[in-house]
């Protein structure tokens, strides 16, 4: 029996006839074959052969790939053998490009995957030069996530063991922390939270404290959100010096001049989120701040809404605007003009989004220490002022077994990434003492989802169906279900978070929880890309297109679920690829069958209304916050952005931002339309979602 195998690297590994078994059924899949009974057949058929020609030395990868062609065509299997000698091309082409890039890829990503993380995970020397692999960074995460274990937990084996279970689920390419923690667990810098909110006092002291403490973060790698609300308006009086104040607008700009500047020193570029209530008297100002593209091009702007708002444009009253320095109304004006003013600036240009803060509020797990004013940048994590968030999201996809979902796998992974979250807290360098006081006190964790929208595609469910709505808050509700179960296990072994104490939580026969929230869904654009799958709860935004890989280089990109359906039912060609990568879509290919079409629905399929209700299903059951993006047609009325708006409030999201395609000259996904020719175009960091270059993961 053949007992070793040499791969192309040279390395001697033991010999898996397994594989060869996996790699011909993969192939008698895509040309539509039975696959079980030829599979086991065909592998006996090559291990007698290889068994016949390396009786006396062992054979290489390629000599096994060999004989495996030369059984297909023996055996009567030429366009499955056509199929496996395509496949092996790829890969070949796919080791070429990694090999350009400069990267030893062991873990078998796609080029872009594998682009990215060169780009900003994997760790350099200092001629720039990549010294750590794919598995290297995990091992490195994995080992540096799983050393607090000492503190709570004694044995040999104990950090060994955990280290291997965190390892395990990243290398799995199952679930991934947020960019910080990938970029420096483990390394000097230790800076690992992607979240953080810091306070705007109204002072220059206070102001430009903040914005020395926002740079640190920035450096490091992390987002930050602000309330500018507490503020005191343009040309109110400022009695230190007799003169006026300039306003929040005219200091957020401030703040946008030095993000520019400290990214150019960090792996990517910072971000930011500006809140301001809209009884705030600059509130019009802010409104129409990035009216001038190009300004404020750091910052995604919210505006913070409140109920008695609401209610007033339902109404159609005036409302008071108060000066947050004396408290006292300054101002009315009417509610639906204010709301009107919104809708038509988002249209226009993307901003300004909408925070809705009572119903953030109504869920502040920590109400004594204060009103949760603002978010990050993408406002899918509302926080405390100084207080930051670990995030992390389970691939919805790799939860998958022989076409169901595995609930019992789903469940081992949301244990193993709570546990990994809480640890992150413990590993982490904060950049300030105050975030380090507030982050500790609370621990809050934010773990999500990403791939869902590829799930729907393997579970042949429509985006744009009340069945993924059911399917939607069937997950959320069992993730957040078993991380609270999670949390209060570890709660009982290294007890609850120091503030659990009059919070939320701290109820008669409720258990201690170790984290005061457990779940976000983010919009995971980086991490999504790594695990080779869907943003966050995004629809796929093309089904093929062009990416922009690096330096001018670009790739053709299939969805992988849709190009296997595709072979196994026979309508797969590369004429058809090239023609959908000119749309994204196959909504208008008359040739395809109407439940080909129904299921495999893009962003620019999906009405706008089931975007919302997706959010909402989600956010039934998410303590935080979801990241979810209204990507619009180039042609919507401003009346669709405000039938948008009214409904996210009337489902209870907690925020809601919109994009309209063509709103902004420069966009990370370029649309074929009637007016320009060529082919989808993708940066290479975009995965689905914000069509903005603002939203960190």
Request: hydrophobic share 40%; with cysteine.
């Given at each position: ?185 483990g390394t000097p810098i230790g800076q690992l939270s992607a979240c953080f909110v810091l306070p705007v006092e109204d002072s220059i002291d206070g102001i430009f404290t903040t914005l020395k403490n926002m740079a640190l973060i920035h450096q490091s790698g992390g987002g930050t959100g602000f309330s500018f609300s507490r503020l005191r308006p343009k040309n109110d009086i400022v009695k230190s010096t007799g003169g006026v104040a300039s306003g929040p607008v005219s200091f957020m700009t401030i703040f946008d001049a030095a993000t520019e500047v400290v990214k150019q020193g960090g792996r990517r570029r910072g971000a930011n989120m500006a809140i301001l209530r809209v009884d705030h008297p600059d509130i019009q100002e802010f409104i129409m701040a990035k009216n001038q593209e190009g300004r404020l091009s750091n910052f995604n702007i919210s505006v913070g809404i409140t109920d008695s ?389």
């Open positions: 029996m053949i007992k070793k195998i040499v791969k192309r690297d040279g390395r001697v590994v033991g010999f898996d006839s397994e594989k060869i078994r996996l790699a011909i059924a993969k192939a008698l899949k895509a040309t539509g074959k039975e696959e079980t009974d030829n599979s086991v057949r065909l592998t006996e058929k090559v291990l007698a052969k290889v068994e016949q020609q390396f009786r006396f030395k062992t054979p290489s990868v390629e000599d096994i790939q060999d004989i495996v062609e030369q059984v297909l065509l023996e055996s009567g299997f030429p366009d499955t053998a056509k199929a496996y000698i395509l496949y092996r091309q790829r890969r070949t082409d796919l080791r070429e490009s990694k090999l350009f890039l400069g990267v030893k890829d062991d873990l078998k990503l796609s080029v872009n995957a594998t682009t990215v993380l060169k780009r900003r995970y994997l760790l350099k020397n200092e001629k720039g030069e990549v010294i750590e692999t794919p598995k290297e960074l995990f091992r490195r995460v994995a080992k540096a996530i799983a050393a607090p274990d000492a503190n709570y937990e004694k044995g040999p084996d104990i950090l060994a063991q955990t280290e291997e279970e965190f390892f395990t689920m990243m290398a799995n390419l199952e679930f991934l922390p947020n960019s910080p923690t990938l970029m420096n667990a708002f609401m209610s007033a444009v339902r109404k159609n009253q005036d409302y008071e605007l108060i000066n947050p320095r004396t408290k006292r109304a300054v101002k009315k004006l009417k509610a639906r003009q204010v709301f009107d003013l919104i809708c038509h600036n988002a249209w226009a240009t993307g901003d300004p989004g909408l925070v809705f803060l009572d119903e953030i509020n109504r869920h502040n797990p920590t109400p004594k220490l204060g009103e949760i004013e603002a978010t990050n940048p993408c406002g899918e994590q509302p926080l405390l002022p100084y207080e930051s968030c670990n995030l992390g999201s389970i691939n919805l996809v790799k939860m998958l077994k022989n076409g169901k979902m595995d609930w019992a796998k789903f469940s081992k992974t949301i244990h193993s990434a709570v546990h990994f979250l809480d640890n992150v807290i413990d590993a982490n360098k904060f950049p300030i003492p105050e975030i380090e006081k507030l982050t500790k006190g609370n621990r809050k964790i934010g773990l999500g989802i990403m791939g869902f929208a590829d799930t729907l595609y393997e579970l042949n469910i429509p985006y744009n169906s009340n069945q993924a709505l059911y399917f939607a808050q069937k997950i959320a509700q069992f993730l957040t279900q078993e991380a609270v179960i999670a949390s209060q296990n570890l709660a009982r072994k290294r007890g609850p978070f120091p503030n659990f104490k009059d919070s939320l939580w701290d109820k008669p026969g409720n258990p201690p929880i170790r984290n005061s929230t457990v779940t976000t869904i983010a919009p995971t654009g980086s991490i999504s890309i790594i695990a080779q799958t869907s943003s966050g709860i995004e629809p796929v935004f093309a089904l093929a297109f062009v990416r922009n890989v690096m330096g001018g280089t670009q790739l053709v990109e299939t969805n992988p679920i849709f190009e296997r359906v595709a072979r196994e039912q026979g309508f797969y060609s590369k004429e058809l690829i090239s023609a959908i990568a000119q749309k994204g879509s196959i909504q208008d290919f008359p040739e395809l069958k109407k439940r080909i079409k129904d299921r495999f629905v893009t962003a620019q399929d999906i009405a706008p209304e089931w975007h919302i209700r997706m959010q909402s299903a989600f956010q039934r059951y998410i303590n935080n916050a979801v990241s979810k993006t209204v990507n619009l047609p180039q042609n919507v009325p401003v009346a669709t952005v405000r039938k948008i708006y009214l409904l996210a409030y009337r489902l209870k999201c907690k925020g809601i931002t919109i994009y309209r395609y063509g709103s902004k000259k420069q966009q990370v996904l370029y649309l074929r339309t009637d007016t320009t020719e060529g082919l989808v175009r993708a940066d290479s960091e975009y995965a689905g979602g914000c069509l903005t270059n603002l939203c960190p993961t």
